[in-house]
């Protein structure tokens, strides 16, 4: 059977002599494992297909859960994604959450657009900190882990001095902190409440120093992190 979808490559690996396993996002089945067939040779026309970040509309051939490239029509390449370091690395977060925290197979149509408008996002130059902490935010929202940033996730109380608590999942406050509980600046929380909602075209407008951007994904970080597994291009892009 063929079916048609749109996708965007997360990672792309060689396979057989000639060939790529494109690991694709696409908008009917979530996340699949598409054989691209012929595409390493030096005059393979789908040689595109298989590259990082690219956008498309798939058409591929469905037999029970395996997919085979047929064709691909580019509707972005997002190739200026890399072409700077930071903003290599934050594109490269935003594919590892799809690759590692999603389900195979299960369509998520609210996440890929949230995937596209931060890919987007960054190829129009947008500070790459700034969407990559935007799309963390609004990712863990969408998979039902979103972080309270106003108030304890265990006793509700509004309070200044809060507190991350791993084991708790959540921002929590004084009364209600363990021994393991890390601090959070009143800062680093006014700062992920603001950015947690914002449009994705709104965020040029503004303007943290470099300190305030990696306290909050270093907050994200170490959320994520203990929810999931550590995000390796997180980790690069916070230490450049
Ligand atoms: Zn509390």
């Known amino acids: 059977m063929d079916v048609t979808t749109r996708g965007i490559v997360l990672k792309a690996t060689d396979y057989k002599e000639n060939d790529k396993l494109i690991l694709l996002y696409s908008v009917e089945y979530g996340k699949i494992t598409v054989h691209a067939k012929g595409v390493r040779k030096g005059t393979a026309k789908l040689k595109f297909a298989a590259d990082q970040f690219c956008f498309g509309l798939y058409e591929l051939s469905k037999a029970e859960d395996r997919f085979t490239l047929k064709t691909c029509d580019q509707l972005e390449s997002f190739y200026s994604l890399r072409e700077d370091v930071a903003v290599y690395y934050a594109a490269c977060t935003v594919a590892e959450c799809l690759a590692d925290y999603t389900e195979e197979g299960q369509s998520e149509p609210d996440v890929f657009v949230e995937t596209l408008k931060a890919l987007t996002a960054l190829s129009d130059g947008t500070e790459p900190m700034t969407v990559t902490l935007r799309y963390l935010l609004g990712f863990t929202a969408l998979e039902g882990l979103g972080l309270q940033f106003d108030r304890c996730a265990v006793c509700g109380e509004k309070n200044r001095k809060m507190f991350l608590d791993l084991q708790r999942g959540g921002i929590v406050c004084e009364g209600c902190r363990t021994a393991e509980s890390l601090a959070v600046t009143p800062r680093t929380l006014a700062v992920c409440k603001m950015v947690e909602t914002m449009p994705y075209d709104k965020l040029k407008n503004l303007n943290f120093t ?22 390796k291009s997180l980790g690069e892009l916070l230490i450049l």
Do not use: G
């Open 210 to 231: 470099l300190e305030v951007l990696k306290d909050a994904l270093q907050l994200c970080y170490r959320y994520i992190s203990h929810s999931f597994s550590p995000l």
